[in-house]
């Protein structure tokens, strides 16, 4: 399954850490990990607007999940957004996990058989010493729509903002 990770550039941000590291580790964990939750929420709302009803189940499963590492040599926060692990639903007999499919919506799928003996490159046929070609119907594959992408793309500086804002309060509470 593909990674895909986003960075951001935290140096407006410095400063305001820099400002966090007397403040007792207690408040400063609550408050990173409400700046994270609150910046990862702007996210999840516009990646969950532009997620066509067709996949409601994957609409019903994005979130976000923070985690905030206080210690010596390394302190840092992050936020996962995307479909979560254990949610789904059976269909008709058939179990549907959005993390399953989640990044075959994001960034779409080639032409591909399915069926039985779905090798249909030579090599892999030789490699794999498989003597039969794949019997069935050939799928035309999915165009991408990368509703993640989109919805991190468009809500950046917003949740830079956010971030800022919520850590400013927490070093205010923090040093009262």
């Given at each position: 399954m593909p990674r895909?990770?986003?960075?951001?550039?935290?140096?407006?941000?410095?400063?305001?850490?820099?400002?966090?590291?007397?403040?007792?580790?207690?408040v400063k964990r609550a408050g990173l990990k409400?700046?994270?939750h609150e910046a990862g929420a702007l996210v999840v709302?516009?990646?969950?607007?532009?997620?066509?009803?067709?996949?409601?189940?994957?609409?019903d499963s994005i979130g976000s999940k923070e985690k905030v590492v206080l210690r010596k040599g390394a302190q840092f926060g992050y936020s996962v957004i995307g479909a979560g692990r254990?949610?789904?639903?059976?269909?008709?007999?058939?179990?549907?996990?959005?993390?399953k499919y989640a990044h075959f919506v994001e960034y779409g799928t080639a032409a591909h058989p399915?069926?039985?003996?779905?090798?249909?490159n030579e090599?892999?046929?030789?490699?794999?010493g498989a003597k039969a070609k794949?019997?069935?119907a050939i799928h035309p594959g999915s165009a991408p729509f990368p509703f993640l992408r989109r919805a991190w793309d468009s809500n950046k500086t917003k949740a830079i903002d956010v971030m800022a804002k919520v850590l400013h309060d927490t070093i205010n509470e923090g040093s009262s």
């Open positions: 895909a990770a986003i960075n951001i550039d935290a140096s407006a941000l410095k400063g305001l850490l820099n400002l966090m590291e007397h403040i007792n580790d207690k409400k700046a994270l709302t516009d990646a969950k607007s532009s997620v066509r009803r067709k996949y409601s189940i994957l609409h254990r949610q789904g639903q059976k269909i008709g007999g058939v179990e549907r996990i959005p993390t399915t069926g039985k003996n779905d090798l249909t090599i892999l046929l030789k490699r794999k794949a019997q069935g």
